[in-house]
């Protein structure tokens, strides 16, 4: 494989919180060697492999999208914008199989050597960052290098400071008093969604 990788183009249903699902971009461009530039290639099986944690349907193949304008939109011109050509009349994606962080799809003939071509897919994400966070392809046993993830949104070193400190009970002129003693610890409640 040529070339593969995670595309920079989000997709609306882009979701990159932790345990969320998420529909990502890929491409791809295929040279298999003996294939003469612009010829079309048989059908074939293109796995994906994900970083350890991401989790893909078992039947994923509704999750599946190639159609260059669902996803990337009526008017769009991928080709001039990202160098994606349109997927053939005949290379459609006709099945997908999810395993944990691996899914592989079967493409029907269709596909021409030297074409770059796009597809979105639906993955739940991982609970965090994994350590080695890379993704890989392979078609027909060629195998793309590996290629970079992106960073789950996550805070580290987040750290809560007071805008000003509790200087005690606050009394009024008849007397009464309000709130706790000075030095008292006030408890405090922060939800994050």
Aim: charged residues 20%.
């Amino acid at each position: 494989m040529a070339e593969a990788g995670l595309m920079s183009f989000r997709p609306p249903d882009r979701d990159d919180r932790p345990l969320q699902i998420s529909r990502l971009a890929f491409r791809f461009r295929l040279v298999l060697p003996g294939n003469e530039a612009g010829k079309q290639l048989p059908p074939g099986f293109l796995q994906l492999v994900g970083p350890v944690g991401f989790k893909f349907r078992e039947r994923c193949l509704t999750t599946v999208e190639a159609r260059t304008v669902v996803i990337f939109g009526e008017g769009s011109n991928p080709l001039k914008r990202w160098s994606i050509d349109v997927w053939e009349r005949g290379a459609q994606i006709v099945g997908c199989e999810g395993r944990g962080e691996s899914a592989v799809l079967t493409v029907a003939s269709g596909l021409f050597d030297n074409h770059a071509y796009a597809f979105t897919i639906e993955v739940r994400n991982p609970e965090t960052t994994p350590t080695i966070n890379n993704w890989t392809m392979s078609f027909r046993d060629r195998f793309s290098r590996p290629f970079s993830s992106f960073k789950l949104m996550t805070f580290s070193d987040v750290q809560v400071m007071p805008l000003s400190v509790h200087a005690g009970a606050l009394c009024y002129e008849n007397g009464q008093c309000v709130g706790a003693s000075a030095g008292l610890a006030v408890p405090v409640t922060l939800s994050f969604r």
